[in-house]
């Protein structure tokens, strides 16, 4: 059962003219974000915060919503997705995690989508929040945690033999860097990096959790399901014709067009008891990011059984393309061969709206910002038959340049 008060919440949501960019407006030591090419949205303050652990920590999380459904007054004139009464959630990994799992409900919302700009206040009668100037820069280096390099080579053989042995076929396997920001430090000054530098992936900012992840573990909206798989990647090339060939190199690489199947299978099967009309992508596309290519295959299909987002999530996570296949015996091993809990990296992360609708994307490219300014970042790679554990290591530190740079 979630910690944390369900209490009544009076809601209202009012159109506004277009107040600019928000991330200026967010509280520059604990922000509330969620945007994609500038659209989405940011919370100011907390009206509601609930809290879960465990095993079923998405599933009390879509239950203690409907409860808090059930005694809120909305009003809503607008009726788009992110209006209304809206909870930003970060969910931990592992069922064993340490970590917190949460929903927060802000005081005040502003979104955008589109052209129309709308603030929601939540028990409150605040003024519609203003930009405040940013604090003074920082640079802090991120160096290796827990899981050294040769380390991860290490535990990347070790998969391998598990693999060959038969026991899994798939596991995705993580190492983490630390630092330490300054006294004050501002993490917008982060979130504005990465915004501008991967414009098309979801920064997000919930409890001290904040990045900017390319892939979409689900969307909802008005019954419609929609999801991005990820899985399969190569660094960009130094020139045009450089970039080009490693695109073709991925998209014709077996290890990484099986690793890429796993990841989307297991999403087709997780999501197939809620919607009998889903679709992929016949072939695997190469999504260009800034650093990398990744192979990613779309989901879509309208749902059958009512559910919520946040009941997606539960069905969905983990995939494939965070944990492995089998799942249990993927988990197993990262148990075994990663010296750290965690935390939110790789679990869900985004929002839920008062229908149910939401949109939530895998926490990759992360950062958990501790009270005491301790950074700790993630960064992992599917391990299947055909991998090398030296380009896997290359590989981590590719998906940790977004973090690095953004704090460096």
């Not at 407006?25 to 100011?44: K, T, V, Y």
């Not at 983990?318 to 944990?323: D, N, S």
Request: charged content about 20%; hydrophobic content about 45%.
């Amino acid at each position: 059962m979630p910690a944390g008060s369900i209490a009544h919440l009076a809601v209202e949501t009012i159109q506004i003219d277009d107040i600019g960019p928000l991330i200026p407006l967010l509280d520059s030591r604990d922000p509330l974000l969620f945007i994609r090419r500038g659209q989405g949205i940011a919370g100011i303050g907390e009206a509601m915060r609930l809290e879960f652990t465990g095993p079923t920590r998405m599933a009390d999380a879509a239950a203690a919503w409907r409860e808090v459904l059930a005694d809120a007054s909305i009003v809503d004139p607008l009726g788009i997705p992110g209006t209304g009464l809206v909870a930003l959630g970060s969910f931990a990994f592992s069922e064993h995690s340490a970590a917190t799992s949460v929903l927060i409900v802000p005081s005040v919302i502003v979104g955008r989508k589109g052209a129309t700009s709308w603030i929601t206040r939540v028990n409150s009668d605040a003024p519609a929040p203003r930009p405040h100037p940013f604090g003074a820069e920082y640079r802090i280096s991120l160096l290796p945690g827990a899981m050294k390099g040769d380390a991860f080579v290490a535990a990347v053989d070790t998969a391998l033999e598990r693999i060959h042995a038969g026991g899994v076929r798939k596991v995705v396997l993580a190492r983490d860097l630390v630092g330490h920001l300054p006294e004050g430090a501002d993490l917008r000054l982060v979130l504005a990096s990465l915004a501008l530098g991967y414009p098309d992936c979801f920064t997000y900012a919930v409890n001290g959790f904040i990045g900017s992840s390319p892939e979409t573990l689900v969307r909802v909206d008005a019954g419609s399901v929609s999801a991005r798989v990820l899985a399969g990647t190569i660094s960009r090339g130094a020139d045009a014709q450089a970039d080009h060939d490693a695109a073709v190199s991925l998209a014709t690489s077996t290890k990484d067009l099986d690793e890429h199947q796993y990841a989307l299978t297991s999403v087709l099967t997780a999501l197939a008891p809620h919607s009998s009309t889903l679709t992929a992508s016949d072939q695997p596309f190469t999504l260009k990011l800034p650093n990398l290519w990744h192979l990613a295959s779309d989901v879509a299909g309208t749902l059958s059984d009512g559910s919520t987002s946040l009941d997606l999530i539960a069905a969905l996570h983990p995939t494939a393309a965070v944990a492995g296949a089998p799942t249990q015996a993927a988990l197993d091993l990262i148990h075994e061969l990663e010296p750290f809990d965690r935390g939110r990296y790789a679990g869900p992360v985004g929002w839920v709206g008062a229908n149910g609708d939401g949109e939530w994307a895998v926490a990759l490219r992360s950062a958990h910002v501790s009270h005491t300014g301790r950074v700790t970042a993630y960064a992992g790679g599917g391990i299947v038959d055909g991998s090398d554990p030296v380009r896997e290591l290359a590989e981590t530190k590719m998906k940790f340049r977004p973090i690095v740079e953004a704090f460096g």
